[in-house]
């Protein structure tokens, strides 16, 4: 996008975390498997980013992402979504893995979310994800 002002706010091995300026959204990019605390640090990150930018939008760019374990899967079902809709966030964008393993275990966590509170999109790029998000 021209004139998009991305700020890399948190970068390790395993996940990447942007904030985008123009459509104040945050973007996460996973890569590979994921250990527990790995995970927690990462989202716990991008609430804050959340709560630093008032943005009630994230893009989750899975596209290199591995299978999400199930106990990161309760966390978010158990503790994550709750303190973050108490935030503000309300919805995401997913760009889908090549990972088939990847895929199932993301679906399960958005089927285990609240169709009432959040609105979620499934996308195979990034860039349609943005388009989306821009409209919400």
Not at 50 to 76: C, H, P, R
Request: aromatic share 14%; proline share 1%.
């Amino acid at each position: 996008m021209p004139n998009e002002k991305i700020t890399l706010e948190y970068n390790k091995p395993k996940c990447k975390i942007y904030y985008y300026q123009s459509i104040n959204t945050i973007v996460l990019e996973w890569f590979g498997h994921v250990s527990h605390e790995e995970f927690v640090e990462a989202c716990d990150f991008l609430l804050e980013l959340l709560i630093k930018y008032k943005s009630s939008k994230m893009i989750a760019n899975n596209l290199k992402s591995e299978v999400v374990s199930s106990k990161n899967q309760d966390w978010l079902d158990k503790v994550w979504f709750s303190k973050a809709y108490k935030h503000g966030y309300r919805t995401s964008a997913i760009v889908t893995s090549k990972s088939i393993f990847n895929q199932v275990t993301v679906k399960q966590i958005v089927d285990k979310m609240d169709k009432e509170k959040y609105k979620v999109q499934f996308f195979t790029n990034l860039q349609d994800a943005i388009e989306w998000i821009k409209t919400v």
